[in-house]
């Protein structure tokens, strides 16, 4: 177990260290600015979804401590080229993991994200873990704004 933590926090520092998808989208046709004022992470989402519901980009930008950039980067890479009813579900699995109480995360089910399923020790992290999926959520149900609070 030791040795998958280490490996989980070796995931999420290199992914702090080298965001994926972190860029500006001009084109986008979602986005949300998402807030955790408690940790000070703030970061936009941006989305291109297509007219048959498949996510052909996605990027965000913005500045935010390592659980919450390494989060990001992790969603952006795994939900590219999903359908949107797949990235809500993959939002929905990953909001349990981390927030529900006596029940055992599907971490096969969570795929890379899985690294940050450990948050969950730490309830004040697990909103900066979250933040981006929220953020991704609002954006695709036509909000502007997501925030922790
Ligand atoms: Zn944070």
Known sequence: ???LRELYQEVIAEHNKNPRN???MEDANR???????????????YLKVDDQDNVT????EGSGCAISVSS???MTQMLKGKKVQEAEKLFNTFHEAVTLDNR???LEGLGKIAALAGVKAYPSRVKCATLSWHTMHAALEGEEWASTE
């Open 1 to 3: 177990m030791s040795d």
């Open 22 to 24: 972190f860029r500006w």
């Open 31 to 45: 986005m949300a600015i998402g807030v955790n004022p408690l940790c000070g992470d703030k970061l936009t989402v």
């Open 57 to 60: 980009d996605m990027s965000f």
């Open 72 to 74: 990001a980067s992790i």
């Open 104 to 106: 055992q995360p599907d």
